[in-house]
């Protein structure tokens, strides 16, 4: 059997499993990427070629440290799904954490595996400018009436009910909509969809998580090209070396060592199907090959690292107008895009307002004070004199 009909008979199995799951009412979800079920309807992908890895392992990639721009479009049906910025920030620090080692969670990996963790030179920031270069938060927010829209072609554009694609050879797109009750979401391997459909969907439930999504950095892992490491005939399917080969996915958070194909398996990578907070490590294997595929199929994502955020406690920022009259428009207007953690004090110290905030450039307020006065307003750590009317 080759690889690709090994991944697509896999797709067939987790397909009739999610069927099993829909009927079964009282059965907690459990996380089943789409990775595969999406594979069955796509078209030729260069990276599920053996012939591919040959010629990968004759690329040097440069180990500089490359950081790639997210965009975040998330396409709601209710008001509840949309996920404030404060997560979005957050999550993106956790994925740059997985990626580069740093996981607090990592002292866990067993000792007869640690010597094969990866450290890959990759980190994440939200996009500071739009394709057409005008600043923006790196967050689209689109409301929608369609239901299960994260599983639906319709997703991926604005007239038909979704949110645009930014351009995916300088972007990675990650949309987070209700992708139904079995799929928690999915990432497309270079060249698996077409370039408007290209990047990685995520259910909303499983990114909005306490503490680490690893959905996220999973179906990443797929889109720099890794995959599943099981395989029902104990073949090696992933392309990777240091990943033994395992029978099945586990789930859950298996608790001892447990073995399938004679090894002992490695059910706590982030390819695997274990919870959240029991998933810790790509292998040095894996991180190889994620860097390759990104130089090889994804070059644009390098080329860019301009578009990101600096040091986003750093931006400047002014008021105006100031003086200003208590209830009318106070416009703060910042260098640049910025997770705005906002507190205005009275001149006694007492808190009267604070807001947290993405802001892109212009974050336009209106508040009543109490009394007119001196205010002192806190934005990230950097303080300015209000005076209200
Ligand atoms: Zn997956």
Request: hydrophobic residues 35%.
């Amino acid at each position: 059997m080759n690889v690709k009909k090994a991944i697509v008979n896999a797709g067939i199995l987790f397909f009739l499993l999610s069927i099993w799951l829909q009927g079964m009412t009282q059965l907690p979800r459990h996380r089943v990427c789409g990775f595969e079920l999406n594979d069955t309807t796509a078209g030729d992908s260069k990276i599920f070629s053996p012939i591919h890895q040959e010629l990968a392992d004759n690329i040097r990639t440069n180990r500089s440290s490359v950081t790639i721009p997210v965009v975040f479009h998330l396409v709601y049906k209710n008001v509840n799904e949309n996920i404030p910025d404060q997560v979005l920030v957050r999550q993106l620090e956790y994925l740059n954490r997985d990626f580069n080692g740093l996981n607090s969670d990592l002292a866990n990996v067993p000792d007869h595996f640690k010597n094969l963790v990866g450290r890959a030179n990759i980190r994440f920031c939200l996009a500071s400018r739009d394709p057409s270069g005008f600043p923006t938060s790196g967050v689209v927010r689109i409301r929608t009436s369609m239901e299960r829209i994260g599983v639906k072609e319709e997703l991926h554009y604005t007239s038909r009910g979704g949110s645009d694609a930014w351009d995916t050879e300088r972007y990675l797109n990650v949309w987070i909509a209700d992708t139904g009750e079995n799929i928690v979401g999915f990432g497309t391997a270079p060249g698996q969809r077409t370039e408007k459909e290209d990047g990685v969907v995520i259910h909303r439930d499983y990114l909005d998580v306490k503490g680490p999504s690893r959905t996220l950095t999973h179906e990443v892992g797929h889109y720099l090209g890794l995959f599943h490491m099981w395989n029902d005939e104990c073949k090696d399917v992933d392309f990777v070396k240091d990943t033994p080969a395992q029978e099945y996915p586990y789930y859950g958070c298996p608790k001892k060592e447990r073995g399938t194909c004679g090894n002992k398996d490695m059910f706590m990578n982030f390819m695997d199907y274990t919870d959240h907070d029991c998933m810790y490590f790509f292998t040095k294997g894996q991180v190889h090959r994620m860097e390759k595929i990104l130089a090889m199929y994804r070059p644009g994502l390098m080329r860019v690292e301009t578009n990101c955020q600096t040091d986003k406690r750093d931006a400047e920022f002014i008021l105006f107008p100031n003086p200003w009259l208590s209830g009318s428009d106070l416009t703060i207007r910042f260098s640049n895009p910025v997770l705005m953690d906002l507190q205005l004090y009275n001149a006694a110290g007492v808190l009267v307002f604070k807001e947290k905030k993405l802001v892109a450039r212009d974050y336009d307020c209106r508040f009543q004070l109490g009394a007119s006065g001196v205010y002192f307003l806190a934005i990230n750590g950097k303080w300015q004199r209000l005076v209200a009317l």
